[in-house]
């Protein structure tokens, strides 16, 4: 059985499901309902590295010393994702999880610290093994 079993399918517009999840976690204070309640999502916020703009997207997550582990996997796409540029010419996020917004700073881990973090996130095999590149490992701490 694949690791994605269970697992939402990808919505054909990404953008406008990111929306509504962006909006309802928003007036529910993080807490979200069927099919994404209890999936440990939380919302990023980044600055454009191009436009300047602030943008926020849906990332799901698991815990990781003080801070929170994502993956900039853009449904295994052969580039990453935006964010994660963004993150790249600006470290400098806000952060959303449950009623908490912070601002954090991210960090791509190292092959050292891939090996400890990796196992800790389930989804991480399935969304690599759809892709060539390696997916990055993000570790967003608070400021």
Excluded: C
């Excluded at 600055?47 to 849906?58: E, I, L, M, N």
């Amino acid at each position: 059985m694949s690791s994605d079993a269970g697992r939402p399918q990808i919505p054909q517009d990404m953008k406008a499901f990111n929306r509504k999840v962006i909006e309802e976690f928003r007036a529910n204070h993080g807490k979200l309902g069927p099919p994404l309640d209890g999936r440990g999502l939380l919302l990023l916020t980044t600055t454009g590295a191009r436009s300047g703009q602030k943008t926020t997207v849906v990332l799901g997550y698991r815990p990781y010393r003080d801070g929170y582990a994502v993956i900039a996997s853009n449904n295994s796409a052969p580039a990453a994702p935006a964010w994660f540029h963004n993150l790249i010419a600006d470290p400098t996020a806000t952060v959303e999880v449950g009623a908490e917004k912070f601002e954090a700073r991210a960090t791509v881990v190292g092959a050292e610290e891939r090996a400890e973090i990796a196992p800790l996130i389930d989804y991480l095999p399935g969304q690599q093994a759809k892709t060539e590149r390696e997916i990055p490992i993000v570790v967003l701490e608070r400021i």
